[in-house]
Structure formats: structure tokens, C-alpha cells
């Protein structure tokens, strides 16, 4: 029996086949763009190896894709009878991938959970529990799989940079964040490229406002990114969330359009709809325009993306992203197409089907009624879900976004008991005053709040 990286026995031809995996999860771990050219390898090196096709499926749906399913579920076959002479593990990673694909993530991250007690050192299953966990608003089981899986770990052991960053995300989004930071630190003096590290400590400096600093992180990080992913856009999102605190709108637009929203860059035209993407776009224009910035035509490509997405409703948390661009750009017709897939979608009996019932489907119809100036019905919306829509997933500050829209409402609605719960709820979280937040300052000062 061969063994991976981390030591976890693997059904394999060969050695070069091993190494091989072994490049797809070191690909995968470090969020390098080039995941393509690495999976031809492995099924180069072994057509038939069971976690080749398992892979394959795994990879398609973090990209949280409708059009993405078929393929995970066709993959999931194919591997099926390999799996049938293949490990336990291997077996139960088949188990976890048709949980997923069939729209019941939580089953999936419930599996990967029980291979971790029988082999902490998967880091695949670590990896992914950790990302499901996250995108179903479970900061609660992040922290748990750290603890229970880190114990079992060792400084030297290939991966244990990817384990410091999940420590230092999940630390962060359950409030620790003396914890986090220390982290997250040790794991960029490991890697200074290790960009799931960076963000973490990025998620902290944001909910301390230490802004300077944020601006300065990311800064001196960024030259260590040649070859990754989406996930530097995203970085550069933080940056610019640190410059709105500041008030550079100027450069917050900058950063839009030549880092995180560059249409012309080799990654977004690779994949031009990328959630995360897409989210980080705009969440930003959404800010921007509350700050009264005139932000050109940048939601139109938004929209016609959204547009194109209407029915597809894997990710949860970026439905409402979808619909503040067709609500941006008055695209009445689709917005109400959207809620009609919604509604459809929500109407199944899966896990995904009963987050977009409970939690998507309500935001996103708040944000519609937002968009076209009915801002009590968008509060009367959003209300009964305001403190249950971190089930969608999404941290602390890719939420506050939801927050500032339903403030905005309260406020033009002149619903004072409304507004004052919103800020009592964000300010029992960060930890500066919304006074001191720019979209929360107006609405403090009026009320008096310091």
C-alpha cells in the first residue's frame, strides 16, 4: 500500500501517481491557479486511481457552481467502482462527495469529520470540513476540527501551514483573536505566500480596526502571490475595506478595478462569474453607493452576470450579492424571475433547498424591496431573519454588508427601534463603536450612540 504526503495509505499504480495527488493537494492547500494542469497530471500518472475522479468532483463543487454539479456527480460515478477495491477512507471521501453534490453539505462535512477520527492527518478532509463548515455559517465545528484534528499534528508534517491558517480563520470568527493572530503569524513566517493565513490575519485586523496595520499587511504580502488564485481578489477586497474606513474612496475604486474586479486579468476572464468574486464586487459597490460615491457603470457586468445565474442556487450567501446588481440597475423583470427560481429551489428537500427558503430567499426579496425605495417592507423582510442569516455562511465581515443594507432601510423608513437594534447587534461584535465605523456612523450619531 502506497502513502501520500501526510502518510494517509492511498490506492495507487504508482509512486509518480502518488506524487502527483500529492501536487493536486499541495495545489489546492495553497490556492494556486494552475489546479487544471495539475489534475491532468494525475490522471496522466493514473487514470484509474480512485481519488484522480474524486478529485475531480471535490474541485467542481467548491466552485459552487450549479452548472458544477453534473460534473461532481459524474466524477462521483466514475469513481464508484474504483472505490469499490479502494480504502475505507477513500470509500467514505465517495460518500462525502455524493452528499455534496446532492445538495446536503453538512451530511458531506458530517463524513469528513469521521475520517478525521480515524486519520487526523487527511488534510483533505480537514480542508474541505473547514470550507463547508464556513459557507454554512458553522464557525462553531471550523473550531472544533481545529482542535480535535491539531493535536494529532506535528511542526514538520507537509501541511501544517494549511492547519495554522484554519486555526487562525476559525479562531477569528469565534472572537479569539489574540489566539487567531498569533497563528496566523507563525503560519506567513513558514509561508509568506500562504494566503489563507494572510487573510485570517486580515479577518482580524478588520474586526480590531486596526486599519493602518490591514493596509500594511497586505501590502507587504502581496509580491509573495505570483501563481494563485481568486483568493488574492479577495485580499485585495480587504485592502480596500481598510481604505473605505479611511475614506479613500479614490483608491477603494482603484483597487476595484485593477485588483479585485480587473476584467481584463487572466483569472477573471478564466472564470468571470467566480462567486467569491463576485460577492467581493458587489458587497463593495453596495458600500460605496451608500457613501454617496458615484460608481459608474460597474454594476452592469454585475448584473448580467446575475442574470445569467438566476436559478442556480448553491451558494446561498451570494444570492443577495446577485440581486443588489439586478436591483442597482432596475432589472425589475429578472429580479423577479430571480425570486420565482428562488422559490422553486427553496420548494426541494435538501439542505441548500431549506438555507435559500429560510435565510436567502427572505434577504434577497429585502433586497429588491430596498432597491426599488419600499424600505419598511425590505426591515419587514429581513427582520425575523436578521439574526439567523449567518447560516448562509460568510464571516463576520463579508456579513456586514446584509447589516449595512438593512440599517439603510430601517433608517430612510425612519424605523428608530429598528436602527438602534442594528447597531446594539454589530456593536456587540466589533470592536470599535459603529460611531466609528463609516457605515454606521451617520445612524450612531443620530441616535446619539457614541
Known amino acids: 500500500m502506497r502513502h501520500d504526503a501526510q502518510g494517509n495509505p492511498i490506492t495507487a499504480a504508482s509512486a509518480e501517481a502518488v506524487a502527483a495527488y500529492d501536487g493536486v493537494i499541495a495545489g489546492y492547500l495553497g490556492y494556486r491557479a494552475d489546479m487544471q494542469a495539475r489534475m491532468e497530471?494525475?490522471?496522466?500518472?493514473?487514470?484509474?486511481?480512485?481519488?484522480?475522479h474524486l478529485l475531480k468532483g471535490l474541485l467542481s463543487m467548491l466552485s459552487y457552481k450549479q452548472a458544477m454539479v453534473p460534473v461532481a456527480q459524474a466524477a462521483a460515478d466514475a469513481a464508484r467502482p474504483l472505490c469499490a477495491r479502494a480504502t475505507p477512507r477513500e470509500q467514505a471521501h465517495l460518500a462525502a462527495l455524493?452528499?455534496?453534490?446532492?445538495?446536503?453539505?453538512?451530511?458531506?462535512a458530517a463524513i469528513w469529520d469521521q475520517i478525521l477520527l480515524d486519520h487526523p492527518h487527511d488534510i483533505l478532509a480537514f480542508r474541505l470540513a473547514h470550507f463547508v463548515y464556513f459557507w454554512l455559517g458553522r464557525p462553531d465545528r471550523m473550531l472544533a476540527s481545529v482542535l480535535s484534528t491539531e493535536k494529532h499534528?506535528?511542526?514538520?508534517?507537509?501541511?501544517?501551514?494549511?492547519?495554522?491558517?484554519c486555526r487562525c480563520f476559525a479562531m477569528e470568527e469565534s472572537g479569539h483573536y489574540t489566539e487567531a493572530e498569533a497563528a496566523g503569524r507563525e503560519a506567513i513566517a513558514r509561508d509568506p505566500g500562504d494566503l489563507w493565513a494572510a487573510h485570517g490575519v486580515a479577518h482580524v485586523l478588520e474586526m480590531q480596526g486596526r486599519r493602518g496595520e490591514g493596509i500594511a499587511w497586505i501590502d507587504s504580502l502581496s509580491g509573495n502571490w505570483d501563481g494563485a488564485n481568486n483568493l488574492m481578489h479577495h485580499l485585495h477586497w480587504h485592502a480596500a475595506m481598510f481604505h473605505l474606513e479611511h475614506g479613500d474612496t479614490a483608491r477603494v475604486l482603484t483597487l476595484y478595478d485593477e485588483r479585485f474586479r480587473n476584467l481584463a486579468s487572466p483569472l477573471v476572464q478564466a472564470v468571470p462569474d467566480l462567486y467569491i468574486d463576485l460577492q467581493n464586487a458587489a458587497s463593495m459597490l453596495f458600500r460605496l453607493t451608500r457613501q454617496g460615491v458615484d460608481v459608474g457603470e460597474r454594476w452592469l457586468e454585475l448584473a448580467d452576470k446575475a442574470e445569467a445565474r438566476i436559478g442556480d442556487c448553491v451558494s446561498g450567501f451570494t444570492l443577495p450579492h446577485l440581486m443588489m446588481a439586478l436591483a442597482a440597475t432596475g432589472r425589475q423583470a429578472a429580479v423577479e424571475r430571480m425570486l420565482a427560481a428562488m422559490r422553486d429551489f427553496a420548494a426541494g428537500n435538501t439542505t441548500n433547498a431549506a438555507l435559500v427558503r429560510d435565510y436567502a430567499l427572505p434577504v434577497s426579496a429585502a433586497v429588491a424591496a430596498h432597491g426599488r425605495g419600499d424600505h419598511a417592507q425590505a426591515v419587514d423582510l429581513m427582520r425575523p431573519v436578521l439574526g439567523g442569516m449567518y447560516r448562509l455562511g460568510g464571516s463576520h465581515a463579508q456579513q456586514d454588508v446584509l447589516e449595512q443594507l438593512f440599517l439603510d432601510a430601517a433608517v430612510?423608513?425612519?424605523?428608530?427601534?429598528?436602527?438602534?437594534?442594528?447597531?446594539?447587534?454589530?456593536?456587540?461584535?466589533?470592536k470599535l463603536s459603529p460611531s466609528r465605523r463609516i457605515g454606521y456612523a451617520a445612524a450612531a450619531r443620530e441616535l446619539g450612540i457614541a
Open 41 to 52: 497530471a494525475l490522471f496522466a500518472a493514473d487514470p484509474q486511481m480512485p481519488f484522480a
Open 98 to 108: 455524493d452528499a455534496w453534490a446532492g445538495g446536503a453539505p453538512d451530511r458531506a
Open 412 to 430: 430612510k423608513a425612519g424605523l428608530t427601534g429598528d436602527t438602534r437594534t442594528l447597531l446594539e447587534r454589530v456593536a456587540g461584535r466589533h
Open 153 to 165: 499534528w506535528s511542526g514538520d508534517m507537509a501541511g501544517y501551514g494549511s492547519l495554522l491558517g
